[in-house]
């Protein structure tokens, strides 16, 4: 007895359910690297850099190079406040973070609550910087160290707001 196959043209919505032509066959889902055209009612296949994708050629949901960036549906190098988590997407740096290398490896800083903060050599960043430390700007805004005669420093490595044990501060200078 042969058997009978059926080979769809085109394909309906059925059930409150949209099926798509997949090839020959009514789908209602498409396979990975289509999606559901709801004009034509075919499965097409997604456009680069999109691996897959969701309503149309270009709105990705995973990608085949770069990542997909954080918020998006589209592919390319993480902005900043984003990095490269290493599965093809972006993720959101830590919130005291302007830029990082990984969540909580900050690698510039940026404004928190109104306030500059500073990256210490830690991959941390500080509105005040830890003691023995000060905030500067060189070409970033960085937790620089005080000079070894400094506990406690401001504005510059030799400007002490606390002296190391054995030194003592002149009157009317730091």
Known sequence: MPISTVECGSCTTVGGTQYYLSLTSCVSTCPSGFYGDSTSKICTVCTSPCATCQGAATTCLTCSTDNLIYGTNACGACPGGQ???GSNKCELCDSNCATCSALTTCTSCGIKSGLQTYLHSNNKCYATCPSGFFGEYTTAYVCSGCD??????????INCILCAPSNYRKIGSN
Do not use: E, R, Y
């Open 148 to 157: 070894g005669s400094c506990v406690g420093c401001s504005i510059s490595s």
């Open 83 to 85: 990095f490269d988590a």
